[in-house]
């Protein structure tokens, strides 16, 4: 058995490409495959490894002064699901190309899974995911919006688009992790949305907690690995695409 873990945090990294070097030697000598993300805005990343093994590489980074409250959701595999451990350095952790976002400090706000079905079966309100076109068609929640986006960096332009008339109307976000939604309602705070809700943990944490008769959640979450996607209890099944 393999267990996966998948994390993020915004937070002042001035010095993010420092870290690459440990990080890189840590994962080696655990044995731990994946790719982690750096940036100065933060780390976003999903690695995996043996049960114990991947313990001790989380316990490291958790070691490094910025990291000490970061917060992973664990899933498992029956097989090694990378191929090669990569630590990339790069301008943003997700990409959507807008500068002076600030994700760390100003997003929008979190709705616990145990909430989420009744904030998103409220019909004032707009529920939109934050994925791109593919991940929707895998699976998506009862009453999701599609932007069709090929890329998160064409999230901008969705709300220019079709959501600059809703300014008022309460908006609830989510996405696999939680990260893209970070951003996107950060991004909406900053074009003068006031009621902007987002899925705290992503849809990784509700087909976590939320038991299947009790889900609003149809079909399959992908990930971007080997194991293609996940459903309720994060057990593996692969998308329809």
């Known amino acids: 058995m393999i267990s996966v873990s998948a994390f993020y945090k915004f937070v002042g990294l001035p010095n993010f490409a420092s870290l690459r070097p440990a990080l890189l030697e840590a994962a080696k000598e655990h044995g731990i495959r994946g790719t982690i993300l750096l940036a100065a805005e933060g780390i976003n990343g999903t ?27 664990e899933s498992h595999a029956a097989a090694m699901p990378f ?20 994700p760390a400090h100003v997003v929008g706000t979190y709705v616990a899974p145990e909430e989420w079905n009744a904030l998103i079966s409220d019909p004032d309100v707009l529920v939109v995911d934050t994925r791109n076109s593919f991940e929707f068609e895998a699976g998506s929640f ?12 064409d999230f901008p332009a969705y709300v220019q688009r079709e959501l600059a008339v809703s300014k008022n109307r309460p908006i609830a976000m989510f996405c696999t992790g939680g990260i893209r939604c970070e951003k996107a309602t950060s ?9 902007v809700y987002h899925l705290k943990g ?3 944490k509700y087909l976590e907690v939320i038991p299947r008769e009790q889900s609003l959640w149809h079909g399959s979450c992908f990930v971007f690995d080997e194991r293609q996607g996940l459903t309720h209890g994060l057990e593996i099944e692969n998308p329809k695409r």
């Open 47 to 73: 690695i995996a490894g043996t049960p114990e093994r991947l313990v001790s590489m989380m316990a490291f980074i958790r070691g490094i002064a910025a990291f000490t409250d970061l917060d992973s959701k």
């Open 83 to 102: 191929k090669r451990m990569k630590i990339r350095l790069k301008k943003e952790i997700v990409t959507m190309g807008v500068p002076g976002l600030d």
């Open 142 to 153: 009862h009453n999701a919006v599609d932007p069709k986006t090929k890329n998160f960096s």
């Open 187 to 195: 991004y909406l705070r900053a074009q003068g949305f006031d009621k």
């Open 202 to 204: 992503g849809i990784l």
